[in-house]
């Protein structure tokens, strides 16, 4: 199984970032994706999850309205629109999986998102 983050960088805040993750190994469109972001010193925190399907979607509350999960099933890559940034969603962002049959956790190597002015 191999999760590639990519699309970080240093934004203003208010500003956008799109990033993507590029799966592998695994039947994609079978396993529901999430991201999490985890800031210097901080725990990993959870952002959002998106189901097999797309149809199911939970944000955390503090990115809801600003951010949004998607995925293409037929291109194994899911991706987060990240608008209205703020200085607070600084930090580097997972891309993870947990795809049947084992159930195993996966995690991609992370991508540093900066919003600072």
């Known amino acids: 199984v191999q999760l590639v983050e990519s699309g970080g960088g240093l934004v203003q805040p208010g500003g956008s970032l799109r990033l993507s993750c590029a799966a592998s190994?695994?039947?994609?469109?079978?396993?529901?994706m999430r991201w999490y972001r985890q800031a210097a010193g901080k725990q990993r925190e959870l952002v959002a999850t998106?189901?097999?399907?797309?149809?199911?979607?939970i944000y955390a509350g503090s990115v809801k309205g600003r951010f949004t999960i998607s995925r293409d099933n037929a291109k194994n890559t899911m991706y987060l629109q990240m608008n209205s940034l703020k200085p607070d969603d600084t930090g580097v962002y997972y891309c993870?999986?947990?795809?049947?049959?084992?159930?195993?956790?996966?995690w991609g190597q992370g991508t540093q998102v900066t919003v600072s002015s």
């Open positions: 993870n999986a947990v795809p049947p049959p084992s159930y195993r956790n996966y």
């Open positions: 190994g695994f039947t994609f469109s079978s396993s529901a």
């Open positions: 998106i189901s097999t399907g797309g149809d199911y979607i």
